[in-house]
């Protein structure tokens, strides 16, 4: 939390420091676009005076030329070319006076060139309308005088004094479009260079980052593997204690048969001896002794028969007494008795050790478990094929079958032969589905490790004795 936070006021920092370079860096820019901008509009102004300037003065000199042409000739030609220059000169005062109005820093007063102006205009003017009315004595007292060329070197002046102007006006504009092309030039190596710091800062940061990335994934990864560690240590310490469990439950159960033989047998045999024994001494001539005997002696029947049932169910003598084909013949046989359910069996001889056979034993015993229960089946095949390497056992029926994909919570009858399979090395394959009937197949191997040393209650209950009890 504490690591984020400082993230966070990391960022917006960088984010601030960023955005003032970003701000002063466009305020550079713009100050420089309006100062070059003001710098070229006041140079097209002044552009537009110098030449203003420079038409007036010519218009004023050509004026005079003419004038002076027309006053020694008296050719129209001239008093036509002096009116015509005389009236560009006074269009150029006006283009002058206003280019001067878009000038605010020129600072020049016109006052003094308009008068003298006026005043050389109105002599040149009088001059020719002297020549033109033949007054030629007042004419040569008009030019005689000095005036006229005073006035043309004082309009020189100004008009040189306006140029001077205008030109300081030119090299100021420069002067300022230089300044903001610096600018630019020292906003542009900012951007420049705060660009590449940005780029590098920016690579830096991804860098750590992809380390942060590639630290974390190795963390996960190290996690990942403890923990898949962690539950295959789990899985096969469960495998192991089911395992367990179910030896120590066969076991349980050989023990629980033998002692129901030894015991229960051992009793039930001397019932039937003590019977024998007593049968000569009673009395011949009750006749209600013999039917009572006779029920006796059938109960006591009937008890060694659901004893020895038992036994069987518990720990089955056929597989220990015949090997595993007869005993998978006898429970195929029993079960197709009991049921009514049509048994078709293939079983090869397989010289397996004892775990193996009894798991087999058991798997085919839960199978027509199920059938009877579940598949409502006609007919059930039980195959064992016995390969070079491998063992092949099918239970298959053509009932109901069901849905695989619905688990049945309380039911362990498939996960424990599928734990037996597992245990064995094979594996266990289900094919089923409603109204297709249920196919049970395993293989495993055929060579099988010797079983563990049994315990003295893991011994096999010895066979019933077939006559008594
Ligand atoms: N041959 C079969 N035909 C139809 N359904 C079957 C067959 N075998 C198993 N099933 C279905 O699969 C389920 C699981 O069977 P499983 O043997 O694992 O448990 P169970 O028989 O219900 O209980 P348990 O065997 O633990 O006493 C059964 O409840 C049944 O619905
Ligand atoms: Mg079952």
């Given at each position: 939390m504490k690591r984020l936070a400082l993230a966070m006021r990391k960022y917006l920092a960088a984010a601030a420091v960023g955005l003032a370079v970003a701000a002063s860096l466009?305020?550079?820019?713009?100050?420089?676009?309006?100062?070059?901008?003001?710098?070229?509009?006041?140079?097209?102004?002044?552009r537009a005076l110098q030449k203003s300037a420079d038409q007036l003065g010519g218009a004023?000199?050509?004026?005079?030329s003419a004038q002076r042409g027309y006053l020694l000739t008296g050719d129209d030609f001239y008093l036509q070319q002096f009116e015509a220059e005389s009236t560009r000169a006074s269009a150029g005062l006006t283009h002058v006076k206003q280019a001067l109005m878009s000038v605010p820093d020129a600072d020049v007063s016109l006052s003094g060139l308009e008068s003298t102006i006026a005043t050389k205009m109105s002599e040149m003017s009088?001059?020719?309308?002297?020549?033109?009315?033949?007054?030629?004595?007042?004419?040569?007292?008009?030019?005689?005088?000095?005036?006229?060329?005073?006035?043309?070197?004082?309009?020189?002046?100004?008009?040189?004094?306006?140029?001077?102007?205008?030109?300081?006006?030119?090299?100021?504009?420069?002067?300022?479009?230089?300044?903001a092309q610096d600018y630019s030039r020292v906003g542009l190596t900012l951007a420049a260079f705060t660009g590449l710091l940005?780029?590098?800062?920016?690579?830096?940061?991804?860098?750590?980052?992809?380390?942060?990335?590639?630290?974390?994934?190795?963390?996960?990864?190290?996690?990942?593997?403890?923990l898949e560690d962690l539950v295959r240590e789990r899985t096969r310490n469960?495998?192991?204690?089911?395992?367990?469990?179910?030896?120590?439950?066969?076991?349980?159960?050989?023990?629980l048969a033998r002692e129901l033989h030894d015991e229960l047998g051992a009793l039930l045999t001397s019932a039937k001896l003590s019977m024998a024994r007593l049968k000569p001494k009673l009395p011949k001539d009750d006749d209600t002794i013999p039917p009572l005997m006779a029920t006796l002696t059938d109960t006591l029947n009937q008890v060694i028969a659901l004893k020895r049932n038992i036994i069987e169910d518990l720990r089955p003598?056929?597989?220990?007494?015949?090997?595993?084909?007869?005993?998978?013949?006898?429970?195929?046989?029993e079960f197709q008795e009991r049921s009514g359910v049509t048994v078709e069996t293939n079983i090869e001889p397989a010289t397996l050790d004892a775990n193996a056979q009894l798991s087999l034993y058991r798997m085919v015993q839960e199978s027509l478990t199920n059938v009877a229960k579940y598949a409502q089946a006609k007919q059930v095949y039980i195959g064992l094929r016995v390969y070079r390497q491998h063992v092949e056992l099918t239970v298959k029926d053509d009932?109901?079958?069901?849905?695989?994909?619905?688990?049945?919570?309380?039911?362990?009858?498939?996960?424990?032969?599928?734990?037996?399979?597992?245990?064995?090395?094979?594996?266990?394959?289900?094919q089923s589905a409603p109204g297709k009937g249920t196919t049970v197949f395993a293989a495993f191997p055929a060579a099988q490790r010797p079983p563990p040393a049994p315990e003295p209650a893991a011994q096999p209950a010895k066979p019933d004795a077939p006559d008594v009890a």
């Open positions: 466009v305020a550079i820019s713009e100050l420089g676009y309006h100062r070059s901008r003001n710098a070229l509009d006041s140079l097209g102004s002044v004023l000199r050509a004026a005079e009088l001059a020719v309308h002297l020549r033109s009315k033949g007054h030629l004595d007042a004419l040569e007292f008009v030019t005689s005088s000095d005036v006229g060329r005073t006035q043309m070197s004082t309009i020189a002046q100004l008009l040189d004094r306006l140029d001077q102007t205008t030109e300081r006006l030119v090299s100021d504009s420069q002067a300022q479009i230089r300044t940005a780029f590098l800062l920016y690579l830096r940061r991804s860098h750590q980052l992809e380390q942060s990335v590639v630290k974390t994934n190795a963390a996960l990864q190290q996690e990942r593997e403890r469960l495998r192991e204690l089911a395992t367990h469990l179910q030896q120590v439950r066969e076991v349980d159960r050989a023990k003598s056929s597989l220990d007494n015949f090997g595993l084909l007869t005993a998978l013949d006898i429970l195929a046989r009932g109901v079958g069901f849905d695989q994909s619905v688990t049945q919570p309380k039911s362990h009858g498939l996960a424990g032969m599928r734990h037996r399979v597992e245990s064995l090395g094979g594996r266990l394959d289900i």
